[in-house]
Structures are given as C-alpha cells and as structure tokens.
C-alpha cells in the first residue's frame, strides 16, 4: 500500500518496469558456463548490479582490460535480445501516467543506456527523458549515487522522491539515497523489512497537490 506526497519518481528498470528475467537468467547461465561457476550464484549476486561488479566479482584473476572485454562481449549479446520481455503488470499504464500529470520522472538502471533503451522499448514501457544508465554512475548499487544522479536530473531532492526497486542491491540504494521506496514484487529480507510493497501498478492513483503529486495505491 503507498500513500505518499512526493515532487519526483525514480525507477530502476529490470524487475522493476520490465520483467527480462529470461534474457538475464540465460545471460548469466552462459557465463557460468563457460567459466565454471554455479550460474545460482551469479544470479544471487548480480541482480541489480552492473555487469562489471559481477564480473569482476567472480573473475577477479583476470586483468581490468580482461574483464572490460567479457562485459563488453556480453552486453552487444544481450542487444538485439528482446524474446520474452514485457512489462510488469500496469508499468507502461502507470508511467504514462505520471507523465502525463507532469510528475517528474527518471530511470536509474545498472544496464548500459542502449541496452535500457531497447528493454523498455520491447515491453511497451515509455522511456523518460530523465536516464541514469551504468555509464553515467561510476559507483554501481548499492551506492545511491544512480538515485542521487537521478533526482538531480529532476531538479529534486532525492528525499522528496518515491524510488520502485525489486533488487537487494537496489533497495538498499534508494534507500540510502534518502528517497522514499517501495519494493517491486516478491523481495523479502532485512533491506525490505518497513518497507510499502507492490505486486504491479494497477490501480495507483496519481493526483496533483499543489506544486507535488500524491501517489496511493
């Protein structure tokens, strides 16, 4: 249940709006693959997390130009892979939404900026003009830095914002941020405990205040 006061709101993408879990699952499992690591445990680090982190996480043997050409390899992989990704249930609706009540709205994805485009591009989701992607952070979430980045693109206090996030990683950014956050979906832990949480966006109201927007649902 949300209802919040707030002048912005910030997204993370993956899980979040677009539910690519396939394309990720498959991405990481061929990783795994071919290095010998338990793709389970990929996958219980990397959600939320931008490639690199991952890589680096489980390869740290090999040299930083080693690893930038992994990631590098893997991403122009994942381009152009767009089989069984939709939106999370109303994200499209809701976003629209919220644009066309003029709330002020950003992305804050751990994916490269093409990549991000296209995922969203795939589940019928509309892209704001306000986009925080991997190569504009230069510290991955958990930092808040994507969250801050994103609310500063808004011209808003990252406290006066509602940040969606599905990831541990990703909550514990928003968070931090000082952004008020909900949890997407089925995440449960120690970040989640408190926290307001949605299965999808049906039924969210978006109802201007004056100069801020009342969100409840």
């Known amino acids: 249940?949300?209802?919040?006061?707030?002048?912005?709101?910030?997204?993370?993408?993956?899980?979040?709006?677009?539910?690519?879990?396939?394309?990720?699952?498959d991405a990481w499992?061929?990783?795994?693959?071919?290095?010998?690591?338990?793709?389970?445990?990929?996958?219980g680090f990397s959600h939320g997390r931008q490639t690199i982190d991952t890589v680096q996480r489980f390869l740290p043997h090999l040299s930083p130009d080693?690893?930038?050409a992994i990631v590098e390899t893997m991403i122009a992989a994942e381009i152009g892979y767009t089989e069984g990704i939709v939106e999370v249930p109303g994200a499209a609706a809701f976003v629209r939404r919220l644009l066309d009540s003029d709330v002020p709205v950003a992305l804050v994805t751990s994916a490269p900026r093409a990549l991000a485009v296209e995922r969203m591009t795939a589940a019928g989701v509309?892209?704001?003009e306000a986009l925080v992607p991997s190569e504009d952070a230069?510290?991955?979430?958990?930092?808040?830095?994507?969250?801050?980045?994103?609310?500063?693109?808004?011209?808003?206090?990252?406290?006066?914002?509602l940040a969606?996030?599905?990831?541990p990683a990703g909550v514990e950014a928003a968070v931090a941020s000082g952004a008020t956050t909900v949890v997407v979906g089925a995440l449960e832990g120690p970040v989640t405990e408190g926290l307001p949480?949605?299965?999808g966006y049906?039924?969210?109201e978006v109802v201007r205040e004056g100069s801020a927007f009342r969100i409840r649902g």
Not at 2 to 24: K, Y
Not at 144 to 161: F, H, K, S
């Open 202 to 204: 049906d039924g969210i």
């Open 1 to 25: 249940m949300i209802d919040v006061v707030v002048s912005g709101v910030l997204f993370d993408m993956d899980g979040t709006l677009v539910d690519s879990t396939a394309v990720v699952e």
């Open 29 to 43: 499992s061929r990783f795994g693959s071919e290095h010998g690591i338990d793709p389970a445990e990929i996958l």
């Open 66 to 68: 080693e690893q930038r």
């Open 197 to 199: 949480r949605i299965a």
């Open 126 to 128: 509309p892209v704001p």
């Open 138 to 161: 230069e510290r991955s979430k958990p930092h808040p830095e994507g969250y801050l980045r994103g609310a500063a693109l808004l011209g808003v206090p990252a406290e006066r914002c």
């Open 164 to 167: 969606f996030e599905d990831a």
